[in-house]
C-alpha cells in the first residue's frame, strides 16, 4: 500500500493537485451526512456510508490505474465488507448494498441478476482494507443506534428496509458525484452552477400575485363553475395547514385541480418545511403545456424542471450545443438530481425510478423525500404493478417525511376504507365535500348507445354542428375520419401528428368552437389528457370509466349551455380487429359496461366509479395487482419477492429493477417534416449533423416527433422511406422521415406502406 493514497487524479497535473483519499471521503461523508439527515433523519448513517465508500482505491492496483498503469479493478467492494464489518449482519448489509452499488447500480442480494454480482458474492470474495485515516471518519456503531432500533422494529415491513437501501444508495451517488463534480471544477477553475435562487415562500408569493391578477375577486369562468373552482381553490388554501401525510383533490374535471393543486402544495410546503413540489403527470404529451403552465404563473424558467422520458440528460457532466450552453448545462445537472424547487415529471420517471437499481436513476431520489409530491390522475396507475406503487407511496409518507396528494376527478378505490387489502389508510380529502362538488359541477347527461357500426356513427356525428367522438384506438380514428372528412369542420387528432400539428389543430378548433363555425372532430383519447375543449356533444368509444369521465370533461366544460346539460353517448364499436379497444383495456371496458348499466341513473358519480374500481380490483384479485415476473424462474410480484428475501435481506434490487416498468409497450421518435416548422426544422437537422453533445438539439426537435412501433420505424428504415442521423455517434437516437409524402397534413403519419408517394411527387 502506498503511503499517500489518492481518490482522482488531474490529467497533466502534479500529484499534489490530485485528491487525496481521506480529502475526497471527507467530503463524501459530510455531504451523504446532510442528505441523509433529510431523507433517513439520520446524519451518522450517510456519514458512514460517504467515509467507506472509495476505501478499496487504497488497495495497490487502483493507484497504479489513476498513474495511468493497468485497467481500473473494483474498489467498491472493500468499503461494501467494512461497513458490514462495523456495523453488524443487518445495518452494515443495508450500508453493503449501497456502498458495493454506488457505480455499476443496486444488485441482488443473493443470486446473479441484471449482469451483477450479487452482494453476498462480493462480501465473500472481496477483502478488507485497513486505512485509518479513512476508517476513523466514520462514525461508531453506537451514532447509528436510532436507525438500528427502527429498522429492528416489529412493525418493520421488507418493502420499508428495501426503500431505505434506495434512499441511502441515492444520498451516497448524489454525495460522491456532487463532490467529484465540484474536485474537476474547481480544478478547472469553472464552477459548477446548481440549483435556483428563488425559494418556495417566494413561489408561492408570486403565484398569490398571479391567481389576483388574473382571475381578481371574480372567477376565471363566470356562473357556477366558475364559483365552485374558487370554492376549491379556498378549500385548498385552508388545508394547506394541515400535517404532512396523505391527501386526496378529488375534484371533477374542469375544477381548476392543476392550479388548485399547485397552491396547496407550495402553502403546505412553507408552513411545515418541505423542500420541493413534484408533479406527476401520466401522459407525456401534457407535460410541456403544465410545465409552461407553472413557469408562467411562477414568472420562471428556472424554478421549474420538466423531466420526462424525452428529456433525460443521461450520461456525463456537459453542454449540449452553443446555443444556450450555460442554460443547458445547468437544466441538465438539475434533472440528474431534481435540484429544483418545482420538478414536472412523468409517472414513469417518478415510478421506474423509486423501484430502479441503476444509481443515474436513483440518484434523485433523497430529493422525493421531505417534498410534496402530486399525483395527477391518480387512476392511471397500472394494475400489474399498483399493489407495489401504493406501498412507495405510503413508504414516502411514513419514512420519508413526503406529502402525497392524490389528485383526480375519478378517485381509485386504493383507500383501506373502500375495502382494498393493503390499502392507504389515513388520507385527507382536501376538496369540499367532494359529492356535493360533483352534482354541483354535473354539465353532462351520459347515455349508452349499445353497439354502432361506423357508417351509423359517421351519420350521427354528421348530424350535429360542433362534436367530438372518441375511440380507443389511431387506427378507428383515422378510418372514421376518412368516413366524414368531406363534412364542414371534419379533423383528426391522434398522435400520428406531431406536437407542434396537434398544437396548431386545438387552435384552431377552439377558435371554431368560439365563434360557432362546425366542428366535428375524431379523437384518441390524448384528447381526455388536460386538453381544455368545450364541445355539447360528445361520443365516446367504450373503455374504462374514468376513461368516460374524462371524455365527459370536455363536454359543456365551461357550463356554457345554459338550457341544457351537454350529452355524452357511450357506444360498442362494430366487432373489427382493427377498431377493439387494445387487449389490456378489454376488462375495464367490460368492468364499465356493467358500471354503466347499473348506475344507469348517473354513471359518473362517485359512487359509481367507487363501484367501478373496486369491481375492476376484485376481479383482477390481489395477486395480479402485482404481477410482474421477477427474475428468471423466480417470482411473481415484486412484493412477494421482497418479502420471500427479507429474513436474510437477499432483496433482488436487480431483478425488480428489469421486471417494474409503468408502460410495457415501447414506441420510438421519428422526426417528421411538418411543413409549418420547416423554418424551424430545417437549422436544427443541419446542427444535428456536427454537434458533439445532442441534448439541446434533442429537446427542440420534441414539438416534431411521432412515437410509432419499433418494427414499423425499422420497415421505414429499411424501404429507405426514414434514415437514422450519424448512427457512429448517437445510436438509432435520431431518425429522420425521408419519404415526406408519407406525413399528410391532415392524419399526419402513415407508416403502411413505407413506398407510398403522392402522384405529384413523380412529375418532374
Known amino acids: 500500500m502506498r503511503e499517500q493514497a489518492y481518490a482522482h487524479s488531474v490529467p497533466g497535473a502534479n500529484r499534489q493537485d490530485w485528491e487525496t483519499l481521506p480529502e475526497h471521503s471527507a467530503r463524501v461523508a459530510k455531504t451523504a ?172 408569493d408570486r403565484l398569490i400575485r398571479h391567481m389576483d391578477e388574473r382571475f381578481g375577486t371574480a372567477p376565471d369562468t363566470p356562473g357556477a363553475v366558475g364559483a365552485l373552482r374558487a370554492e376549491v381553490l379556498d378549500a385548498a388554501i385552508r388545508n394547506a395547514g394541515l400535517a404532512p401525510g396523505l391527501f386526496s383533490l378529488t375534484v371533477p374535471t374542469g375544477g381548476g385541480k392543476t392550479l388548485a393543486s399547485l397552491r396547496f402544495a407550495l402553502d403546505h410546503a412553507v408552513r411545515h418545511g418541505l423542500r420541493r413540489v413534484i408533479y406527476v403527470i401520466p401522459f407525456t404529451s401534457i407535460i410541456e403545456q403544465t410545465a409552461e403552465v407553472f413557469r408562467a404563473a411562477l414568472g420562471s424558467d428556472d424554478a421549474v424542471l420538466e423531466h420526462h422520458s424525452t428529456f433525460d440528460p443521461g450520461g456525463k457532466i456537459a453542454g449540449t450545443d452553443d446555443e444556450g450552453r450555460d442554460g443547458a448545462l445547468k437544466l441538465r445537472l438539475a434533472a440528474q438530481n431534481w435540484d429544483r424547487p418545482i420538478v414536472v415529471t412523468t409517472a414513469v420517471q417518478f415510478f421506474e425510478s423509486l423501484f430502479s437499481n441503476r444509481p443515474g436513476r436513483c440518484r434523485k431520489l433523497h430529493n422525493i423525500a421531505k417534498s410534496v409530491v402530486i399525483l395527477d390522475e391518480a387512476q392511471t396507475l397500472p394494475l400489474p404493478v399498483l399493489r407495489p406503487c401504493l406501498e412507495a407511496i405510503r413508504g414516502l409518507a411514513e419514512g420519508h417525511g413526503a406529502s402525497v396528494v392524490l389528485c ?141 369521465a374524462q371524455a365527459a370533461g370536455r363536454c359543456n366544460r365551461e357550463g356554457r349551455l345554459t338550457d341544457r346539460l351537454g350529452q355524452v353517448f357511450v357506444f360498442d364499436p362494430a366487432p373489427d380487429d382493427d377498431h377493439r379497444p387494445p387487449p389490456e383495456l378489454r376488462q375495464f371496458a367490460d368492468v ?107 429537446r427542440r426537435l420534441q414539438p416534431y416527433l411521432v412515437q410509432i412501433p419499433p418494427a414499423a420505424r425499422r420497415k421505414l428504415i429499411e424501404a429507405h422511406a426514414a434514415e437514422v442521423i450519424r448512427p457512429k455517434d448517437f445510436g438509432d437516437q435520431f431518425v429522420r422521415l425521408v419519404n415526406e409524402d408519407l406525413y399528410h397534413p391532415d392524419i399526419g403519419l402513415d407508416w403502411d406502406d413505407p413506398t407510398f408517394r403522392q402522384p405529384e411527387s413523380s412529375i418532374w
Not at 85 to 101: E, H, N, P, T
Not at 491 to 509: D, E, P, S, V, Y
Request: glycine share 10%.
Open 33 to 204: 451526512g446532510t442528505l441523509t439527515a433529510i431523507a433517513l433523519g439520520c446524519e451518522a448513517v450517510g456519514c458512514a456510508a460517504g467515509a467507506l465508500h472509495d476505501i478499496g482505491k487504497a488497495d495497490a492496483p487502483f493507484q497504479a490505474y489513476l498513474s495511468g498503469s493497468g485497467p481500473s479493478p473494483d474498489h467498491s467492494g472493500a468499503g461494501a465488507v467494512a461497513a458490514r464489518q462495523k456495523y453488524g449482519d443487518r445495518l452494515g448489509k443495508l450500508l453493503a448494498f449501497a456502498i458495493a452499488g454506488h457505480h455499476a447500480g443496486l444488485a441482488n442480494g443473493a443470486r446473479p441478476g441484471g449482469g451483477l454480482t450479487p452482494l453476498s458474492e462480493r462480501l465473500a470474495s472481496c477483502r478488507a482494507v485497513r486505512l485509518p485515516a479513512v476508517l476513523d471518519l466514520a462514525p461508531p456503531a453506537e451514532a447509528l443506534r436510532g436507525l438500528t432500533d427502527l429498522i429492528d422494529g416489529d412493525d418493520r415491513t421488507p418493502f420499508a428496509d428495501q426503500l431505505l437501501v434506495r434512499m441511502l444508495f441515492s444520498c451516497l451517488v448524489d454525495a460522491d458525484r456532487l463532490e467529484t463534480e465540484a474536485f474537476y471544477a474547481q480544478q478547472s477553475g469553472q464552477p459548477v452552477e446548481r440549483g435556483c435562487d428563488l425559494d418556495l415562500a417566494t413561489l408561492r
Open 408 to 548: 383526480t376527478a375519478t378517485q381509485p378505490a386504493v383507500l383501506a376504507r373502500d375495502g382494498f387489502e393493503g390499502g392507504l389508510e389515513g388520507v385527507r380529502e382536501i376538496a369540499p365535500e367532494p359529492a356535493r362538488l360533483y352534482r354541483a359541477l354535473q354539465r353532462v347527461t351520459v347515455k349508452p348507445l349499445g353497439d354502432l357500426d361506423d357508417a351509423t356513427l359517421a351519420g350521427r356525428l354528421a348530424e350535429q354542428p360542433q362534436v367530438l367522438c372518441i375511440v380507443n384506438n389511431r387506427r378507428h380514428a383515422r378510418d372514421l375520419y376518412g368516413s366524414i372528412k368531406d363534412r364542414p369542420g371534419a379533423r383528426l387528432l391522434t398522435t400520428a401528428l406531431c406536437a407542434a400539428h396537434r398544437r396548431q389543430i386545438l387552435a384552431a378548433i377552439r377558435d371554431d368552437l368560439k365563434r360557432g363555425r362546425p366542428v366535428r372532430l375524431v379523437a384518441t383519447s390524448l384528447i381526455e389528457a388536460g386538453v381544455d375543449v368545450d364541445f355539447p356533444v360528445v361520443f365516446r368509444a367504450t373503455a374504462g370509466l374514468d376513461s368516460i
Open 592 to 698: 364499465a359496461r356493467g358500471v354503466l348499466t347499473g348506475h344507469a341513473g348517473d354513471p359518473l358519480s362517485l359512487e359509481a366509479v367507487r363501484a367501478y374500481f373496486q369491481e375492476l380490483y376484485w376481479l383482477r384479485g390481489a395477486e395480479e395487482l402485482d404481477a410482474v415476473p421477477v427474475g428468471e424462474g423466480g417470482y411473481r410480484g415484486i412484493l412477494n419477492a421482497l418479502d420471500d428475501t427479507a429474513d436474510r435481506l437477499d432483496f433482488p434490487f436487480a431483478d425488480i429493477g428489469q421486471a417494474f416498468r409503468i408502460i410495457d409497450s415501447a414506441m420510438v421518435p421519428v422526426i417528421v417534416p411538418f411543413e409549418p416548422a420547416r423554418g424551424h426544422l430545417a437549422p436544427l437537422l443541419r446542427d444535428l449533423e456536427f454537434v458533439p453533445l445532442p441534448g439541446g438539439i434533442a
